[in-house]
């Protein structure tokens, strides 16, 4: 089991600046890539990025730009840095872990909420 514990949810105004980090804990040998995705009330979970344990990036169309995810692997955390911030940004962030880039693992956190005001 992976326990994944998120942290730097808050209220921001637009243009503003975030960062999200996720601890993990447990049985994280496994886990090849660590990722952040988000969602809104009536809406699917989507991917913001993910990363592998060899710092291969992937991220999503509407973020490429602003968000640069990272990690520390003598850590076992993975950050979000959110720059630019929008209002259409405002969602719920969960942190994930897996071994499929691309595509979600079976591990998440409990979420953080990022709003962005106008």
């Known amino acids: 089991q992976v326990q994944l514990v998120e942290s730097g949810g808050g209220l921001v105004q637009a243009g503003g600046s975030l960062r999200l980090s996720c601890a993990a804990s447990?049985?994280?040998?496994?886990?090849?890539?660590m990722g952040w995705y988000r969602q809104t009330p009536g809406k699917q979970r989507e991917l913001v990025a993910d990363?592998?344990?060899?710092?291969?990036?992937n991220y999503a169309g509407s973020v490429k730009g602003r968000f640069t995810i990272s990690r520390d692997n003598a850590k076992n955390t993975v950050y979000l840095q959110m720059n630019s911030l929008k209002p259409e940004d405002t969602a719920v962030y969960y942190c994930?872990?897996?071994?499929?880039?691309?595509?979600?693992?079976?591990?998440w956190g409990q979420g953080t909420q990022v709003t962005v005001s106008s």
């Open positions: 447990g049985s994280i040998f496994s886990i090849n890539v």
């Open positions: 994930n872990a897996g071994w499929a880039f691309g595509s979600s693992g079976p591990y």
């Open positions: 990363i592998t344990r060899g710092d291969r990036t």
